[in-house]
């Protein structure tokens, strides 16, 4: 299974497992287990399906030291899969641009918006 060309035109970089668990400074086994917590979501994507996240999920430590992800991403995850979005779903409303907002929800999330944005995934149901 791979991402549709829709989500490969959304989000502009990606990132596979061990470049996250490099970038915030952890072991691979910690970034598999952020997935599986749900602190970030991926798909499989490319030719060899290899799973992957959105670099936008980084963001710089509030330590001043390696990024960190998005604190706010993981409870908006969990409202969009409440509401029964699958993955790759999730990914799509994340980075389409969203009327309500005036921006993309992750870019809502990165400027501190959470309730806002939260407020629009609880809509979607």
Do not use: K, Y
């Not at 991402?3 to 400074?25: C, F, H, K, M, S």
């Not at 598999?32 to 799973?51: K, M, Q, W």
């Not at 999730?90 to 870019?107: K, Q, R, S, Y």
Request: proline share 8%; hydrophobic share 45%; aromatic share 4%.
């Amino acid at each position: 299974m791979s991402t549709t060309p829709d989500l490969d035109a959304l989000v502009p970089e990606w990132l596979p497992l061990p470049d996250l668990a490099d970038r915030i400074g952890v072991g691979f086994s910690q970034a598999r287990n952020l997935v599986r917590d749900r602190h970030v979501v991926g798909v499989r994507r490319g030719e060899r399906a290899v799973f992957q996240v959105p670099a936008a999920f980084l963001v710089p430590a509030e330590d001043g030291g390696a990024e960190q992800v998005l604190p706010s991403l993981r409870g908006t995850v969990l409202v969009l899969a409440d509401q029964g979005l699958p993955d790759e779903e999730i990914l799509e409303w994340l980075f389409a641009p969203n009327d309500a907002l005036g921006t993309t929800p992750v870019e809502a999330l990165r400027a501190g918006r959470r309730t806002e944005v939260r407020r629009a995934a609880q809509a979607l149901g």
